[in-house]
């Protein structure tokens, strides 16, 4: 599509430019890094992250496995959230589940945005017919609506399908919004004066790339990667609630699925459906808070918007 | 030159999309290593308890494969392909339907996705943008950061979530609306119609809410940057009110990548749309995609696929050539 990627990027559009003509206080070490958003968001993702990866070592059984406990019991002591109709602990699958969407949202977001760098940087300096044609490629993945495709592969591979190969389905359709972004980007860098002097000192393109741009893009790219790790988890989450990701693994998306399947609903098994939702909406608007905080610090840092 | 050339390259960017997207739906199942002809007979067979003859699975494979295009080699599958989702529109018949057509599946459903998709997003645009213009004019004021803080806490809650959320709190807890929607077949009457509305406010819902927040949001950003310019300052300087300020001066202008921002998050909120109706049960394409994807039911899967690419690259393509009409920088240059 011919539209500018500057006006269509959902996180610059989310950060407010700073109000003209009142640069920020300057700050010492790392803390102009810190803004409101940013503080919230972190702490949710520390509590969060730290939460769901030392807990599970101190699980008392492996939370996938069916009938370790009595059916449907209440909240108590020993089961804080209770158990579900199929004979696991709430509480015990929650923390999994966390920690597994977590790690998938990471592996994803790291081939996302080694992809998205590579085709973004080298489209957006090297131009010509080359950035065209990577170009139309990049706006029909853009283009494509995504869950179709997914649902098409969760059903050919169904049952036969590691965790694994899920999220790396998500990396091949999950590239190009990033890969825009990149190179919108390295449009706007390529006519800076320092990499001119750059060129003209004889640096080469990969040197180019790698020394100037690179270094004046990291802050996007880390912005972008928690909006991955975002986009990751929700993708991933929505295959398994309509059943066509790996539901046996547990997973904020998988233990929604179990919940509508067995009608947690009508049995007034409250925790197991409202836990998950609880649980994705703050580590959902963790990451959000995260990724526009950041943004929000560069661009006061930068003085621009 | 200038319109022609402009709408000329538009479409031609369109059709290349189209083409690629095509491909793409044709080479995806074919580098799987799972073949839908085989699971199909494992099934049959399954369900005759192993009493077929190699003959008669023979023969079953030679049709099946007749059916599902993998007749010949890969370029002649690809030729015939083509030919047949192009010209014909044809994606033959639906299995778990034999021997319904998957066209016709596709067009009975494909009102129910638009209906629903299109109000939705037109709901959720002008109120989000309402909203993100009153947050971003008055951003000074602190009633404005609660109107943001509303777009914040909704942007980044996925659709099933809020899906689960709106049944379990307007269907379960304050039962307004039907748990499992019914919807009338046969001749539309006013009743019918009424019905019909009213089943489907429960999806709509959840759509307007998931749209809003991002329209909030964008908007507002749009919104702050633009009061800050310096012909809103000169307009205040004249006279001209608040109201007028907020929606001659500001909202015009930062409407505009508002617009091309709805272009592009079409194929999102196509993809919720498709989630809201399996979820809730909506006779759209997306519960068409979900009963087929069970059954493994997979022309009825590549019809709706190539449909939504369809229908996402055109809208896609009718919002850019709308674009100029509203936006006169384009059409000078």
Redesign the interface.
Known sequence: MSIDANNADPVALVVAPPVAGKPGPQKSGLLWLLNGRLAVGLVILVVMGLGSFILPLFAPADPSVQATYMRNLPMSGIHWLGTNALGQDIFWFLVFSVRNSLMLGILVAVGVTIIATIVGLSAGYIGGTFERLVMLIVDTFITIPLLPILIILGALIRGNTSFFTVGVIIIIFGWAWDARTVRSMALSLREREFINMARFSGANTFNVLTREILPYVSAYILVGFINTVLFAINTEATLAVIGLSKVEVPTLGSIIFWALSYNALFTGQYPWIVAPIVATVTLFLGLFLTSTGFNQAFASKRGVS | MGVLGFVA??IG?YL??LF??LT??FM??RL???N?VDGYIGQIQSRANGTLTPEAIAEMRANLEVLYGLKGDLFTQYVSYLKRVVIDFDFGPSFTYYPAEVSTMITTALPWTLGLLLTATVIAWLLGNMVGLVAGYF?KKKAASILEFVG??L???????LA??V??VLA?IFPIFPLSPTFPVGELTPAKMGMIVYNSLLPAITLVLAGFG?NI??M???A??TT?EPYVTYARLKGASNWTRMTRYVFRNALL?QV??L??SL??I??GA??TE??FSYPGIGLI??T???G?D?NV??G??TL??LA??TA?LVI?LIYPLLDPRIRSK
């Open positions: 390259k538009r960017l290349a999309v690629i997207g793409i739906t995806l199942p799987m290593p799972i839908p951003h914040i806490l942007y980044p809650i996925p659709y099933y979530i689960v959320t049944l379990l379960y991002w949001l964008s507002k950003a749009l702050v940057a800050e990548p091309t921002a272009a592009l194929g999102m196509f993809n498709l989630l399996i979820i995609m979900r087929a994807a069970t493994g997979y899967l590549y709706a696929i939504s690419i996402v690259a896609g850019d």
